[in-house]
């Protein structure tokens, strides 16, 4: 199985600044018959259930702010909050979809500094 | 909208039996494939299982295989878990969630997800 690692595991932003969200798979991701990463991320808010923010590792889903952008290649992603608002305090998941079985990440929460 | 409604969860003993039940509404069911992935109490997503559109291709997680049994009715837009042999490891919230493909062969994205249903295994 491809093991996702996520880093931090916590992280504190002050409202308004940047929040920088790692994920590191155990192989690469990269597709090389599309040149494609398969790669998602989710937000998790307390009390429900995660929801879809960025597949391919950088396309943002229909409705998900453009604060939040998604980077990186092979083994290496990072999810970036360019402006940290009060409504993005979650934990945000990163999953592959390379292989069987699926993975996800960890975790990592973000709250407000 | 795309809405999914888990069911069934509830208090079972190590050892019981339990089904879950997923219904949708909003898509065209029988053309995309659907999962169940489960959230331990305070701790992170598993991919629990998997079935084809059609329902004819189905996987499992190694921790659930031979314990767990996915199905679907498109007849009548619903999904179910069968669990079995239930163990205090399995307590989770379950989720179903639509993949984005008809296909089981290769692994997809979620979204979306319903807003789970709580099985809490203990004597």
């Known amino acids: 199985d491809i093991v996702m690692t996520q880093s931090p595991d916590s992280l504190a932003v002050s409202l308004g600044e940047r929040a920088t969200i790692n994920c590191k798979s155990s192989?690469?991701?990269?597709?090389?018959?599309?040149?494609?990463?398969?790669l998602a991320w989710y937000q998790q808010k307390p009390g429900q259930p995660p929801k879809l923010f960025i597949y391919?590792?950088?396309t943002r889903e229909s409705g998900v702010p453009d604060r939040f952008s998604g980077s990186g290649s092979g083994t290496d992603f990072t999810l970036t909050i360019s402006s940290l608002q009060a409504e993005d305090v979650a934990v945000y998941y990163c999953?592959?979809?390379?292989?069987?079985?699926?993975?996800f990440g960890g975790g990592t929460k973000v709250a407000i500094k | 909208e795309v809405q999914l409604l888990e069911s069934g969860g509830g208090l079972v003993q190590p050892g019981g039996s339990l089904r879950l039940s997923c219904a949708a509404a909003?898509?065209?069911?029988?053309?995309?494939?659907m999962s169940w992935v489960r959230q331990a109490p305070g701790k992170g997503l598993e991919w629990v299982s998997g079935?084809?559109?059609?329902?004819?291709?189905?996987s499992y997680a190694e921790s659930v295989k031979g314990r767990f049994t996915i199905s679907r009715d498109n007849s009548k837009n619903k999904l179910y878990l069968q669990m079995n042999s239930l163990r205090a490891e399995d307590t989770a919230v379950y989720y179903c969630?639509?993949?984005?493909?008809?296909?089981?062969?290769?692994?997809?994205?979620?979204?979306?997800w319903g807003q789970g249903s709580l099985v809490t295994v203990s004597s």
């Open positions: 391919w590792a950088s």
């Open positions: 079935i084809s559109a059609s329902g004819s291709s189905t």
């Open positions: 999953q592959q979809y390379y292989s069987s079985p699926p993975t």
């Open positions: 909003g898509f065209t069911f029988n053309k995309f494939a």
């Open positions: 969630a639509k993949e984005p493909t008809p296909f089981r062969g290769n692994p997809n994205w979620f979204d979306p």
């Open positions: 192989q690469s991701v990269l597709h090389s018959s599309n040149n494609k990463n398969y």
